[in-house]
């Protein structure tokens, strides 16, 4: 099975993990700048997708108006790229992937340290490949899906 994972917004990144028999590979993509790069990607790495998993996210508190519509729409299309592309997918909570890959979920951590918890975690689970903090929580989200 071949997973897409998506983690949203700017700082976010695509993930297309294949764990099958003879097969195994992970590629991971910070997100695309433009929202024509989007589509393009998304409709590249659709194309050898099973299904995608996309983090189910909301404005954050604090977030301001103009920045949590952006981000909204930045989602919105990613939900749609997907359809277009003829992805299925479904949405998971932060905590409930983060815990199914062994991670433990934000707390009383900084978003630092747990970002770095998040990426050291992936380049457990895949040592040959090179992340960073755009694409880490991209490829835990397409292990999600493998499980």
């Given at each position: 099975?071949?997973?897409?994972?998506?983690?949203?917004?700017?700082s976010g990144?695509?993930?297309?993990?294949?764990?099958?028999?003879?097969?195994?590979?992970?590629?991971?993509?910070?997100?695309?700048?433009?929202?024509?790069?989007?589509?393009?990607l998304v409709?590249?790495?659709?194309?050898?997708?099973?299904?995608?998993?996309?983090?189910?996210?909301?404005?954050?508190?604090?977030?301001?108006?103009?920045?949590?519509?952006?981000?909204?729409?930045?989602?919105?299309?990613?939900?749609?790229?997907?359809?277009?592309?003829?992805?299925?997918?479904?949405?998971?909570?932060?905590?409930?992937?983060?815990?199914?890959?062994?991670?433990v979920p934000?707390?009383?951590?900084?978003?630092?340290?747990?970002?770095?918890?998040?990426?050291?975690?992936?380049?457990?689970?895949?040592?040959?490949?090179?992340?960073?903090?755009?694409?880490?929580?991209?490829?835990?989200?397409?292990?999600?899906?493998?499980?």
């Amino acid at each position: 099975m071949t997973i897409l994972g998506i983690d949203p917004g700017g700082s976010g990144g695509l993930a297309l993990v294949c764990n099958a028999a003879g097969e195994s590979f992970a590629r991971v993509y910070a997100m695309p700048p433009t929202t024509r790069d989007i589509w393009l990607l998304v409709r590249e790495l659709g194309r050898d997708a099973d299904k995608a998993i996309i983090e189910k996210v909301g404005v954050m508190p604090g977030q301001g108006i103009a920045s949590g519509f952006k981000f909204g729409c930045g989602y919105g299309g990613l939900l749609m790229a997907l359809t277009a592309a003829d992805v299925p997918y479904s949405t998971v909570a932060p905590a409930k992937w983060q815990r199914a890959v062994g991670v433990v979920p934000r707390g009383t951590k900084t978003k630092t340290q747990h970002k770095n918890a998040l990426k050291a975690r992936a380049q457990e689970l895949a040592p040959t490949v090179k992340f960073t903090l755009k694409t880490a929580d991209a490829y835990l989200l397409a292990c999600y899906g493998l499980l």
